[in-house]
T-cell receptor
């Protein structure tokens, strides 16, 4: 079992729709969760972090965390063609920043159709 | 803030040659990470340093790979001898735990091709 799992996609949504990206993780003691966006040929850039169960909103992005189910998701409202990229889920294993070992999923490719 | 700086951006080398990748972290960041990204395996953590000391090198694939951090502003990842299966994009990232920053800041990466 992979430590962080994502559906590779591609996930295709029409412009203006809600894109829903999902991620599961295997280590129950994981405490910090991140979503990165990576455009083709570029480096990953942080878009959201979440530490507590529930929802965290930032503009058009909402991260959702359910530690009991070991599940993290990212919702993108009003999707734009510029959102087309690979979205990487990352988990910091261990408590807080103690281990600092950030493990990535293989990413989900999102394609927003104009 | 110049961000994390990596060099070279692209490297093409022949099998068996030594390759050295370089990284300058963000000033004040006390953690530095080396990742490798391929289509098949995604982003893999190779090694990370805290205050210039290697903390976890369990991701280093084999003895051909070595990494050093002689000071707070410079790190190298060396592959000797290189093999075609080492072809990948190598990213360096840094983080400041003391400043409570979320996540990590990545450099632009080095695309390595071994022929």
């Amino acid at each position: 079992q992979k430590e962080v799992e994502q559906n590779s996609g591609p996930l295709s949504v029409p412009e203006g729709a809600i894109a829903s990206l999902n991620c599961t993780y295997s280590d129950r003691v994981s405490q910090s969760f991140f979503w990165y966006r990576q455009y083709s040929g570029k480096s990953p850039e942080l878009i959201m972090s979440i530490y507590s169960n529930g929802d965290k909103e930032d503009g058009r992005f909402t991260a959702q965390l359910n530690k009991a189910s070991q599940y993290v998701s990212l919702l993108i409202r009003d999707s734009q063609p510029s959102d087309s990229a690979t979205y990487l889920c990352a988990v910091n294993k261990g408590y807080g920043g103690a281990t600092n070992k950030l493990i990535f999923g293989t990413g989900t490719l999102l394609a927003v159709q104009p | 803030d110049a961000g994390v700086i990596q060099s070279p951006r692209h490297e093409v080398t022949e099998m068996g040659q030594e390759v050295t990748l370089r990284c300058k972290p963000i000033s004040g960041h006390d953690y530095l990470f080396w990742y490798r990204q391929t289509m098949m395996r995604g982003l893999e953590l190779l090694i990370y340093f805290n205050n210039n000391v290697p903390i976890d090198d369990s991701g280093m694939p084999e003895d051909r790979f070595s990494a050093k951090m002689p000071n707070a502003s410079f790190s190298t990842l060396k592959i000797q001898p290189s093999e075609p299966r080492d072809s990948a994009v190598y990213f360096c990232a840094s983080r400041s735990f003391r400043q409570g920053k979320d996540g990590y800041t990545f450099g632009s990466g080095t695309r390595l091709t071994v022929v």
